[in-house]
Nanobody
Framework: VQLQASGGGLVQAGESLTLSCTVS????????MGWYRRASGTQREPVAR???????????SYEDSVVGRFTISRDNAKRTMFLHMNILKSEDTAVYYC???????????WGQGTQVTVSS
């Protein structure tokens, strides 16, 4: 399984940005797939994720500070996951990673990070 993230950049506060993550290989259910970030001097934290159970039901989960501003989506046909980020704030500045956690086989896969910098 490989994940390839892209779309980071430098934006001003209040602007929008969309990150993309292309997934190759198969992730079985149950799994958690989504976006994480690590700001300078902090640990990596989840931002927005799809949580899929073994029966195939799915829900989304968001970190409190991004609720109402960020939206996670995916195009299964293109095997691509997106993070739509609106009303960006300086505190959103971080390296963003896409990740896939295979809960059945207890394996975690990471894409390379993409830098998002929000200037105030």
């Amino acid at each position: 399984v490989q994940l390839q993230a892209s779309g980071g950049g430098l934006v001003q506060a209040g602007e929008s940005l969309t990150l993309s993550c292309t997934v190759s290989g198969n992730i079985v259910s149950p799994n958690v797939m989504g976006w994480y970030r690590r700001a300078s001097g902090t640990q990596r934290e989840p931002v927005a994720r799809f949580v899929t159970t073994g029966s195939g039901s799915e829900k989304t989960s968001y970190e409190d500070s991004v609720v109402g501003r960020f939206t996670i989506s995916r195009d299964n046909a293109k095997r691509t996951m997106f993070l739509h980020m609106n009303i960006l704030k300086s505190e959103d500045t971080a390296v963003y990673y896409c990740g896939a956690h295979d809960l059945r086989n207890l394996k975690m896969y990471w894409g390379q990070g993409t830098q998002v910098t929000v200037s105030s």
